[in-house]
T-cell receptor, first 114, second 115 residues
Framework: QKEVEQNSGPLSVPEGAIASLNCTYS??????FFWYRQYSGKSPELIMF????GDKEDGRFTAQLNKASQYVSLLIRDSQPSDSATYLC??????????????FGQGTILTVHP | DAGITQSPRHKVTETGTPVTLRCHQT?????MYWYRQDPGHGLRLIHY???????DKGEVSDGYSVSRSKTEDFLLTLESATSSQTSVYFC??????????????FGPGTRLTVL
């Protein structure tokens, strides 16, 4: 059973701070890693993906991947109240017949307070 | 927004009745997925499709069946609804199965309550 675990929340940070969201995965063959944001009552939307070791930056968001440690993280710099949401980590199945299936973590609720 | 609609958006039904949820896409994407979302469990894959009439089971498929007779429609059927199937159901689509490019786009969700 493939597992994806996210740091337990909820996570609360003050406006302007860095929010750090973490995710570990069990399948060493996993190839790509996604971070989705989900506002309350809404559907998930993709904010970042990464497949190479190291950092990937997009605006205030940085995804970090360490395949040796089976660890992926999302940093949100200069956090804003509008970043308050549930963040879902997702991992692709390894293998050529995976048909793009994703395994999701349980999500971390982030609250950014003014 | 990706062109994905789900119907109905809300449904209340009774235990033992069959229920069908519909996912419709206008993106002509090959891959379609049904997930359920419950508190503390994130999103769990129920069934997926990799082409017309090509479907397979996901992580939590017991009690569910699917059909895909056209590229744009993916139906999820609860054969005999139970209270444990009360959940929010999301449909997702993707145009690629390649791990590095598989971005999934989600529909608005269907909130199902089984009494």
């Amino acid at each position: 059973q493939k597992e994806v675990e996210q740091n337990s929340g909820p996570l609360s940070v003050p406006e302007g701070a860095i929010a750090s969201l973490n995710c570990t995965y069990s399948d060493r063959g996993s190839q790509s890693f996604f971070w989705y944001r989900q506002y309350s009552g809404k559907s998930p939307e993709l904010i970042m993906f990464i497949y190479s070791n190291g950092d990937k930056e997009d605006g205030r968001f940085t995804a970090q991947l360490n395949k040796a440690s089976q660890y992926v993280s999302l940093l949100i710099r200069d956090s804003q109240p509008s970043d308050s949401a549930t963040y879902l980590c997702a991992v692709t199945d390894a293998g050529g017949t995976s048909y793009g299936k994703l395994t999701f973590g349980q999500g971390t609720i982030l609250t950014v307070h003014p | 927004d990706a062109g994905i609609t789900q119907s109905p958006r809300h449904k209340v039904t009774e235990t033992g009745t069959p229920v069908t949820l519909r996912c419709h896409q206008t993106e002509n994407h090959r891959y379609m997925y049904w997930y359920r979302q419950d508190p503390g469990h994130g999103l769990r894959l129920i069934h997926y499709s990799y082409g017309v009439k090509d479907t397979d089971k996901g992580e939590v498929s017991d009690g569910y069946s699917v059909s895909r007779s056209k590229t744009e429609d993916f139906l999820l059927t609860l054969e005999s609804a139970t209270s444990s199937q009360t959940s929010v159901y999301f449909c997702a689509i993707s145009e690629s199965r390649l791990a590095r490019t598989n971005e999934q786009f989600f529909g608005p969700g269907t909130r199902l309550t089984v009494l």
